[in-house]
């Protein structure tokens, strides 16, 4: 059974940084590529940000470029997702994906807040 799941999240202000963590379980973590993506209040789900299998290559989104890292350790079959210069529309429940073959797997999703 595919397991992701994320931790990390919570209330920061803006312009305040903060580290998610997805740890994954069931599945050969270093054979796939993974992303993050979110879905903000009354917004539609957007893709955050993707890596590689061996993190040689990442994409971001416009909105996070410059501001947000992602990144991986297979090792501890952990994805992260370093988050800087937060701002209010960064807010929004996050999740972590496992682009598998046959279909992408989700997590839970974590509650990530910017206010002041």
């Known amino acids: 059974q595919v397991q992701l799941v994320e931790s990390g999240g919570g209330l920061v202000q803006p312009g305040g940084s903060l580290t998610l963590s997805c740890v994954a379980a069931g599945f050969a973590f270093s054979l796939y590529g993974m992303r993050w993506y979110r879905q903000a209040p009354g917004k539609e789900r957007e893709l955050v940000a993707a890596?590689?299998?061996?993190?040689?290559?990442?994409n971001y989104a416009d909105s996070v470029k410059g501001r947000f890292t992602i990144s991986r350790d297979n090792t501890k079959k952990t994805l992260y997702l370093q988050m800087t210069s937060l701002k209010f529309e960064d807010t929004a429940v996050y999740f972590c994906?496992?682009?598998?073959?046959?279909?992408?797997?989700w997590g839970k999703g974590i509650v990530v807040t910017v206010s002041s």
């Open positions: 994906v496992a682009a598998l073959d046959g279909m992408d797997y």
């Open positions: 890596i590689t299998n061996f993190g040689y290559s990442t």
